[in-house]
């Protein structure tokens, strides 16, 4: 199982590194592939004084860092294309933010680099639809073919985070797993699928009371990973604290994931 986890930005080295310490079971669970994530800026925050993080040089310099003492594979979200090459060189897996999942120069920006490309479908995008963004990396990379087969072969992986439902809410359609899994591997966001976007008053809600539940429904439905933004105290995160998990909530949310896939021979 893939599993991606770390707290939404880089608020501190300190921070970061608790988080990371507490992370250090799953990376040693031969039974996960374990990513450390956490994003060096978050450029599509609601307010413009929302906290966005350190900026590339000092967030890349805190990641290789984490590398360097846990021995972590690394993700990292980029907004713009010319953060792809030196965000490549540090991390094993660059994210495509939902709201840009269709930007071309970024996709292929990502495509020229080593890493795996992990694109979160966005929350307003038919699944089927995402099939066109994964052809956008594979072709940049030469290759014609697609299907799921050829997309975990050459690095290309789809997030789903929800989709927009009226105003300031995300439903999950489970449906879109199997719809997305057709074309390529597909990891279930657990955390930001729900989000309340804008609901806050300037910044983001969430109710994180429903992660739990619907990482169990993603499981029976069959997913190849997860994704869980985690922190050792949610409540005074700076970004995304509403929908993130509590560090030590994590162990029992993947006890139930593992026993509903083994019920169900995915794993």
Not at 3 to 26: D, H, M, N, Q, T
Not at 79 to 103: K, M, Y
Not at 164 to 181: C, E, Q, S
Request: charged share 25%; aromatic share 8%; glycine share 8%.
């Amino acid at each position: 199982m893939i599993l991606i986890a770390g707290p939404c930005v880089i608020e501190s080295k300190e921070l970061l590194f608790r988080v990371a310490e507490g992370l250090v079971k799953y990376h040693e669970n031969p039974a996960i592939e374990f990513y450390f994530k956490s994003s060096f800026d978050k450029a599509n925050r609601t307010s413009i004084d929302s906290f966005r993080g350190p900026g590339i040089d000092e967030g890349l310099k805190l990641l290789e860092e984490v590398r360097a003492a846990f021995g972590f594979k690394l993700l990292t979200d980029i907004h713009d294309f010319t953060q792809a090459s030196p965000a490549g060189e540090v991390v094993d897996v660059l994210q495509i933010p939902a709201f840009l999942c269709r930007q071309t120069d970024l996709l292929v920006a990502a495509a020229k680099t080593p890493c795996v490309v992990n694109i979160k479908k966005g929350q307003f995008l038919n699944p089927s639809d995402m099939r066109y963004s994964v052809k956008k990396v594979l072709e940049t990379r030469g290759i014609k073919d697609e299907g799921y087969d050829v997309a975990k072969e050459h690095g290309v992986w789809l997030t789903e985070r929800g989709s927009t439902f009226g105003y300031g809410n995300l439903v999950v359609d489970m449906r879109a797993l199997g719809i997305m899994r057709a074309f390529a591997p597909v990891v279930f966001d657990a955390t930001h699928s729900v989000q309340m976007p804008g609901s806050a008053g300037g910044s983001s809600g969430g109710k994180r009371e429903f992660v739990a539940p619907l990482a169990r429904a993603a499981a029976a439905t069959g997913v190849d990973g997860f994704f869980f933004e985690t922190h050792i105290n949610p409540c005074e995160a700076l970004c995304d604290g509403p929908n993130m998990l509590d560090l030590g909530q994590l162990d029992a949310v993947l006890e139930n994931i593992h026993a509903i896939e083994k019920a169900l021979h995915f794993s």
